[in-house]
């Protein structure tokens, strides 16, 4: 009986600014010596002596046939050959809220797991951005006296501070009905102690706040007049979004682009590529190094969180048939995850390394995008699922 050609899983890894395509093609092995495959402006064809299958490209993605070079086929991954993409302009990205929030505009601002409204108000006068995140870090550098700027900021009302991570507003702002404070203890933060710079654990009794619908963390309370509320915990649109349409998908889908966005963002304003990303307990969860954001990512249309090996059992009973792909904007990441003492040397390195920008986020939202990188390195083919220690991931943008 002649075989079938099983639903082949298609990676296309492009980078905008070369035009150039790195195309795996998996889920089928080398006893199938006399399948053909060519190259189109727009598709790609797999034909065996019993099948054809054609594979379309996005709209806006073509590639040129003549310029294939380095087949190889890679035992566990399947076909790999190195190409020349044309694309399309790339489609403006939207922003964070970080971008976006105006003062003297009106803004919806709800919980982003179950769409309660936080805030009275809806109208800053004024949004000011806070210092770099690690702006205090330096101050013993700039100045030969005690810190001059020790005291918090702390917003008035109709105020709203913008950090990396959260926004900052004043107590009078907030619906008192949609949150309430939870005192958190058994918490620890890092302080450096002595000359040695030595970081140690000490106590930390905080207030965090919470949904009164969902129970879900928002921020923290960070004085008696300020509350902190992190980026990835609100969903905030223009009040002209007809009646504050709630536009959100899946609470891991906002996540990541929540923070694709920010670290696009940070590195094309701070020039600052290495992330160590931090939980509001204290503890570090991952360490992230952006490696591009210009990637365009093209997959077949199955299961993105699925292992790219995995063998569909079901070939394709027609004789001939059509499958298409997916095209979504990505930052590529090299990641370490630091949970249960991992890559703890690393780790100590890079807190201690003025160059790596540090992100706090609600502990629960860490193991999130933990979860996220872990999908995504499991999604990709084996050969390129590490770079040297390092775990590879995408983060979407769209």
């Known amino acids: 009986m002649e075989a ?24 089928f092995t080398k006893d199938h010596s006399e399948l053909q495959i060519t190259l189109g402006l727009s598709s790609m ?9 054609t594979i379309d490209l996005p709209a806006g993605v073509s590639v040129a046939p003549s310029s294939c070079r380095n087949l190889q086929y890679i035992a566990g991954d399947g076909l790999h050959m190195r190409l020349q993409v044309v694309t399309d302009c790339p489609k403006e990205l939207a922003p964070t809220v970080v971008r976006t929030l105006k003062a003297q505009v009106c803004y919806v601002f709800q919980c982003q797991s179950c769409g309660k409204t936080l805030l009275e108000t809806q109208m800053f006068r ?6 770099n995140g690690d702006w205090n870090d330096l101050v013993d550098h700039w100045c030969c006296h005690p810190n001059p700027f020790a005291r918090q900021f702390q917003p008035k009302l109709d105020e709203c501070f913008l950090g990396d991570t959260f926004l900052l507003v004043n107590v009078a702002s907030v619906d008192r009905a949609a949150v309430c404070e939870e005192r958190e203890s058994g918490s620890e933060i890092r302080q450096s102690v002595g000359d040695s710079g030595a970081q140690v654990k ?6 965090t706040v919470v949904c009164t619908r969902c129970r879900k963390m928002l921020g923290d309370k960070t004085s008696a007049d300020t509350i902190k509320f992190y980026i990835t915990e609100l969903l905030v649109q223009p009040l002209t979004n007809k009646a504050s349409e709630r536009q959100i998908n899946k609470r891991y889908l ?4 929540v923070f694709a966005g920010r670290l696009m963002e940070l590195s094309s304003t701070q020039s600052t590529f290495r992330f160590c990303i931090q939980g509001h307990d204290g503890n570090t969860y991952a360490l992230l190094w952006l490696l591009n954001s210009d990637t ?6 199955n299961d993105p969180c699925s292992d790219f090996t995995a063998i569909v059992n079901d070939t394709v009973k027609n004789k001939s048939s059509i499958q298409h792909c997916e095209a979504v904007n990505a930052v590529k990441i090299l990641y370490h995850p630091c949970l249960k003492g991992r890559n703890k040397i690393a780790q100590e390195k890079w807190e201690k390394n003025i160059g ?13 995008l933990l979860f996220i990188l872990a999908s995504s390195t499991a999604s ?16 979407k943008l769209d």
């Open 356 to 368: 790596v920008h540090c992100m706090t986020f609600p502990a629960n939202t860490c193991l999130e």
């Open 380 to 395: 990709l083919p084996p050969s390129l699922q590490s770079m040297n220690t390092f775990k590879v991931a995408f983060l």
């Open 45 to 53: 064809c797999l034909q065996s002596p019993a099948q054809r299958l």
């Open 202 to 207: 000490m106590p930390k009794d905080n207030k």
């Open 254 to 257: 906002f996540v990541e682009r």
């Open 296 to 301: 365009l990512l093209v997959r077949s249309h």
């Open 126 to 131: 004024r949004v000011l951005p806070l210092p």
């Open 4 to 27: 079938k050609i099983p639903p082949p899983r298609v990676y296309l890894e492009i980078r905008n600014s070369t035009q150039n395509g790195h195309l795996v093609l998996g889920n």
